[in-house]
């Protein structure tokens, strides 16, 4: 069974910024597309961000120019890095890769919360 757990939430700022990690374990990492999920409160959780295996990446447009998706294959982690975090990236980010969110194996995800 893959596992997901997901870190570095926390309480930040307008303006502020913020690291948040995924360790993957249980499936080989190098070889997934993996990216990261937002779900804003009250709203449904939405694909911000992916990296490929290889390293390419791509974004959302409510998140481009501030977020980075990094990966690091020999920890079997990626990063999302949060640059002039607003009031609307608050909600809980979870990573993932396309066939895990297909079958609904997720984990916990980490909380960020944004204040004014």
């Known amino acids: 069974q893959v596992q997901l757990v997901e870190s570095g939430g926390g309480l930040v700022q307008t303006g502020g910024s913020l690291r948040v990690s995924c360790v993957v374990s249980g499936t080989i990492f190098s070889r997934k597309f993996m990216a990261w999920y937002r779900q804003a409160p009250g709203k449904q959780r939405e694909v911000i961000a992916g990296i490929s295996s290889g390293g390419l990446t791509n974004y959302d447009d409510s998140v481009k120019g501030r977020f980075t998706i990094s990966r690091d294959n020999a920890k079997n982690t990626v990063y999302l890095q949060m640059t002039s975090l607003n009031l609307e990236d608050t909600g809980v980010y979870y990573c993932?890769?396309?066939?895990?969110?297909?079958?609904?194996?997720w984990g916990r995800g980490t909380l960020v919360t944004v204040s004014s």
């Open positions: 993932n890769y396309p066939s895990g969110a297909a079958i609904d194996n």
